[in-house]
């Protein structure tokens, strides 16, 4: 029997949250109860509690919220006119739901669904909880074999997954590329692994010393100056720092495709002058869909992915966990929830 109350972090306003008691809401048809496992700490997670973050800014999004969108667990209810699911299954869970019925959702742009949340991040609450509800259609089984703490990165590799499916018309199909990815933390450091993985040549940029010895050993080539940008056509900039996202713009050669998986750049004057005389391509990219889901299921126990494990820590040191994810010396924390 599930008790009708548990403990979830909740972040009342910037800068305010704690760990509190919560009701779990009743199961309406076509939904999923999860028992979670293990919660990723991700950036967007501190954007929320700074109220940085752009949905919070413009209205779209408000506060209170239990943030946590890279999660694994377990079914532990469902509702009714579910299929494919049963209680004790493993899995993972789509972070952007939109409504289905729209005119956009059915033409494929979930992006423009009127309707939709960010589970975590606004209108549906998250994983730094015991437990989440989530629409079924939205709800991936893991096979049984998988390591429920890897599981947790689903969603950030889905992320990836999607932005290169994004950047195919460069990257080419069965083509090996030099490709320069600046910023080698959490997002970076997976979007370089997953590259080399698929067999294209990479060097990654950052500032902290700390995040490029990561890479050693793995193939991966390390720079520390932005100037190695002139020799790349292939460039993912991970970042969302404005100056980096200018000297990405100038630096980079002609014929260049610049795919931008940061957030938020933020409000600059700008020239379109270095993109439209010299034929290069800017490209955004944002969450991941179904398909990138199932695919980066699939391609997880595959990649190199140790160093995201190094400090566990339980739900109600979220707070901590916090704090380590701000220092940037290691690349994930994941709290064990379960």
Known sequence: ??????????????????????????????????????????????????????????????????????????????????????????????????????GE????????????????????????????????????????????????????????????????????????????????????????RTLLHFGHEVTAFDRNPKRLALFDGSGILSSDTLADLSGFKVIIEVTGDGEVLNEALRLSPANASILLLGLPYGLRQFSFETVVAYDKTVIGSVSGTAEDFAEAIGLLPNLELDAYFRSPLRLGDFERAWEIARGGDVLKVVLDVE
């Open 105 to 192: 959702c059915r033409a494929g742009n979930f992006l423009g669904c009127g309707e939709r949340t960010e589970l975590g991040v606004f209108r549906h609450d998250g994983a730094y909880a015991r437990y989440v509800v989530a629409p079924a259609r939205f709800v991936h089984k893991l096979p049984q074999e998988m390591d429920l703490r890897r599981a947790a990165l689903c969603e950030p590799l889905s992320v990836v997954l999607k932005a290169m499916r994004r950047l195919a018309p460069a990257l080419g199909a069965g083509a090996k590329r030099r490709c320069f990815v600046i910023g080698a933390g959490p997002l970076g450091h997976m979007f370089a």
């Open 1 to 102: 029997m599930i008790k009708r109350t548990s403990e979830a972090v909740v972040i009342h306003s910037p800068g305010k949250a704690a760990l509190e008691k919560v009701e779990i809401p009743r199961l309406k048809p076509g939904e999923a109860l999860i028992r979670v496992a293990h919660t990723a700490v991700c950036a967007t997670d501190l954007e929320i509690l700074d109220g940085t973050l752009g949905y919070y800014q413009n209205g779209m999004a408000e506060y209170p919220i239990v943030p946590g969108h890279e999660f694994s667990g377990r079914i532990a209810a469902l509702g009714e006119n579910v299929n494919g699911l049963a209680e004790e299954d493993p899995v993972v869970v789509e972070c952007l739901q939109s409504c289905g019925n729209c």
